[in-house]
């Protein structure tokens, strides 16, 4: 059975660890904000087996002319759900949220590899590539819904 639910930002940390954070101590898992009432970790589930996380912040990007922003950070599947559509439900469940509590737009910073998949999802690149240390290249990546 399949389900998508809210979570702890600690229960992240189950996938946060292997794909975004491989090799670096746990406590990289953390992200400022995660504990934030106005944050929302949601966890996907096989078989009451986490293996998809996404982290909904209310946060407004000074580079977009737009109210009510939410960002998402932390948006892992483990490595043997990828490229099933996994990533897909992930991200439409957490629009459907954002649109619940009223957001205008989504944005945040997708790592290279990544763009594609969000670009096949409606989302735009913003600007030019950045690096973020001891990670890689990134770009700003947008989608107004509101």
Not at 120 to 142: Q, R, T, V
Request: hydrophobic share 40%; glycine share 8%.
């Amino acid at each position: 059975m399949k389900e998508i639910k809210k979570i702890s930002s600690r229960d992240t940390f189950l996938v946060r660890h292997p794909i975004l954070r491989e090799g670096k101590p746990i406590e990289s898992c953390q992200f400022d904000g995660d504990d934030l009432e106005t944050t929302t970790h949601f966890g996907l589930f096989i078989d009451k087996n986490i293996i998809g996380v996404l982290s909904v912040f209310k946060n407004n990007n000074v580079i977009f002319n737009s109210e009510n922003q939410f960002q998402i950070r932390g948006m892992a599947i483990l490595e043997d759900f990828q490229r099933k559509g996994f990533g897909d439900e992930l991200i439409k469940h957490a629009e459907v949220y954002i649109k619940s509590q009223f957001g205008k737009l989504i944005w945040f910073n997708a790592r290279e590899s990544a763009v594609p998949f969000y670009e096949k999802l409606g989302y735009i690149k913003i600007g030019e590539p950045f690096s973020i240390a001891d990670i890689g290249i990134h770009y700003n990546m947008k989608k107004e819904i509101g």
